[in-house]
Structure formats: C-alpha cells, structure tokens
C-alpha cells in the first residue's frame, strides 16, 4: 500500500502529453495552446474613439468654453480618413477611426450641439481622454498567448480578434470505460434476484464529458477471465486511456488483476494508503494508461477526480492538474480511525465546509449533494467544528 502523494507523483511521472493537432479556434474551448501565439496585427488595430462624441484638438491655448464647427462624421467601419481643422469637431462614434490631428473625444453628454456647431467646455476633457491608442493593447509581434495556455472563452475572442481561424492544440485522449460484474444490468432491462442496475458507467462517462473527453467507448464484461482479457486487450489498443471498474479487490471472480498481468500490462501502483478506494491500481502498457478503480460507486468517483481526472489533464498539456484546492473550516465534527487518509464528501458554503451525511463506499447518496470532497490525513483524525480541513473543489 503506497502513500497518496507518492501515488499521485508516479501519475505525473507516467501520463506524457499527446500529439499536436490543429484545430478551429472555434472548437478548441477547453484545449491547450501547443505553441505561441504572435500577434499578426497591433490591437487595437487603429487609433480610435471610446465613446460617441466629438473629436477635437486639445490644445494647451485653448479658452474654457468653445463653440466648434462640426467639420464632418467618422463612423465605425468608415474607411475614410479625415483631417481635423483647427477650431473645429468631427462628430465620432464608438469605435470610428480618430481623425489625424484630434487628441482627445468628448462624449456626446457633455456638450450642447446647435446646428452645425458643439459648445465644448475644454476644463473639463484631459489630453488623450476617450482615445484607445493603436497597439495599446498588444503591439504586432508580440506573444499574444503562450504554448501552455488554456484555451477559455476569454483567450478565444482575444486570439479572434487576431483573425486566427486554426490553432494548434494538444490532442484530448481517447478513453475506453470497462465495467465488469455478473450483477450488473442495464438501465431499462428487468433485473433478477441479486442483480443492479449498472451506474458507474453513466457517473463515469458524465465526469470525463465534463472535462471536455469526447472519444469514449463504454463496454461491460462478465466475471469471466478470457472475455476480460479479449475485451481490455482490444480497448487498449484503441484508447490513450482505459478505466476498468470492479473486480480488482481480492473476491475469488475479481479477475481484472489477473487479465491485467495477462496482457503484459506493468504496474505503477496498486493499493493506495486512503478510504475509499484501497484497491486502486494504476499501469501502463506502450504508453497507454490503465485504471483500475474499485467497483464501489463511490471509491471509483473518489479515484476518478484524484488520480485519474490530473492523468487527463497531463494528456492534453494542462498545468492545473488537480481538483482546485484551499483550507476552509470544517462545519461540523468528524472522527475516523485507521492508518489509511481519508477523502469525505462535502458541500461548500461560504462559511465552511460540512461533512455530508452517508460516507460508505457504497453510497452514492451524498455524492449526489456534494460539491467538494474534504481530504483528511491519517493524523487528523479528529476534527471539531472550525478546524481548517482541506477541500477539493468538484467540478460543478
Ligand atoms: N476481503 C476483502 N474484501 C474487500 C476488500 C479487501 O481489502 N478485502 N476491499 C474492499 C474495498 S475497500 C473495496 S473498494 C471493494 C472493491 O472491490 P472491487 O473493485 O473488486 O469491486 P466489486 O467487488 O466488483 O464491486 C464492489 C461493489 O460495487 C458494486 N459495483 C461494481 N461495479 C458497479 C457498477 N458498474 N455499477 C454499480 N455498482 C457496481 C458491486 O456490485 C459491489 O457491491 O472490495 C472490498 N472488498
Ligand atoms: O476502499 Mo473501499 O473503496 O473503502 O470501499
């Protein structure tokens, strides 16, 4: 049984990046830029106004209270360049190009306008006021982004604003889920005595499409050793990434252990210092990744966002790896024993963090309202109301 961080060091050790591909930015939301982005054009790509206004000279001489004559309009998207003339204004829009020889924008509020003229009271309008500069932003040339950026809505529209259609990306892994167990039936089916309904899949399959993995193919196999071997050899030599659930505790038709040493698969690690989720195995064959998680629903959630949601992230460039983490007080007292670090389900408030009632490895219930899970080391053991616990924020 191996500690939690030696386990989650030899994941990093084992889970290297995938290749590059290029993508539409347009559909790369969640990917990671595999090279810098230089910027092609200065942004904002011309000096223009702020606001809707009046473009004007803002000379040092110039009186308090001015009547200007309006000498012509710069719209947005108006290709025309104008000359602005002394003692005079160039109606303007948001967004229009500034006319050569206008240094400052009054906003439209704040004149009175009377035909062809605009009172402008100057005391009031700071050299530059309402400009937004050529290159102020970012000059061409620059990085606009760098290789190792997430790609989020915000990195989107700025790398658009470039007129970039394509970016080169880290390729998201394909991931095969497989569950195993003569008692499971699919949802829909009638069961028999002894029989449930199969669930890890769908929680699985859920947690991997939050993450942004499209290419997965889900299987189920009996508690049959050859039709194991058959099923997990052929996913692994389709996926980047394969997740088996159940059969790898010590029952006597726990078979994935066994098939996993039939095909040549060399383990990492198997069984982890923390409950839920002992059982964990974790190996790699040709540089294809295998999990096995614990059947109990969930032990393979707790393993899932602990080990094998920082392996996907690995595979597709991310730095942030794990599960966003801080201290926060513990609303409630908890106590457990034992030598094994413990992960509970939590919900998060602003005030704290309160243990959720139903902690079983079987349960699910809790799972279902919790937002965060609280990670308790062997040496916490007990805690009271106010104690700072550490919380694993759950993607929402
Ligand atoms: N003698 C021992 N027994 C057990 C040990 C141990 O150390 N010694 N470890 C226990 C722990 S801890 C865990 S966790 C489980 C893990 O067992 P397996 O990975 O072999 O899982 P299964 O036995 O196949 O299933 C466990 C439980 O979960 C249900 N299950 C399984 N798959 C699904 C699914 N896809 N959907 C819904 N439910 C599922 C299954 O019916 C069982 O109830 O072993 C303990 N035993
Ligand atoms: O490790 Mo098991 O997941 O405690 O039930």
Known sequence: MIEISIAKEKIVEYSTRLEVESRLLTASAGYVLAQDIIATLPLPLFTQSAMDGYAIRHDEDRVAEEWLTVQGESKAGSERSINLEA?????????????????????????????????????????????????????????????????????????????????????????????????????????????????????????????????????????????????????LKWADLVITSGGISVGDYDYVGEAIDHLGVQTVFYKVKQRPGKPLFFGEKGGKLLFALPGNPASSLVCFYEYVFPAL?????????????????????????????????????????MPLYGQESFALRSFALANALIYLPASQQQVLPGDLVEVHVLPS
């Open 87 to 235: 003692g005079k204004a160039v109606r303007i829009f948001t967004g229009a190009p500034l006319p050569q020889g206008a240094t400052a924008v009054v906003m439209q509020e704040h004149v009175t306008r009377q035909g062809d003229r605009v009172k402008i009271n100057l005391e009031n309008v700071a050299d530059g006021a309402h400009i937004r500069y050529q290159g102020q932003q970012i000059q061409k040339g620059e990085v606009a982004l760098p290789m190792g950026s997430l790609l989020s809505p915000g990195a989107i529209g700025f790398l658009a604003g470039f007129g970039i259609t394509h970016v080169a990306v880290y390729r998201k892994p394909k991931v095969a889920i497989l569950v195993t167990g003569d008692e499971l039936v699919d949802a829909g089916q009638p069961l028999k005595p002894g029989e449930i309904y199969e669930s890890n899949s769908a929680m699985l399959e859920a947690a991997l499409l939050k993450e942004g993995v499209e290419d997965i193919r889900i299987d189920a196999v009996h508690d049959d050793k050859a039709e194991l071997v058959a099923k997990l050899d052929g996913l």
């Open 313 to 353: 992230r690995l595979l597709y460039g991310r730095k942030d790896i794990h599960l966003q983490s801080f201290r926060m007080p513990s609303l409630k007292a908890y106590s457990f024993k034992g030598e094994r670090d413990e992960f509970l389900k939590g919900l998060l408030t602003p005030e704290g963090v």
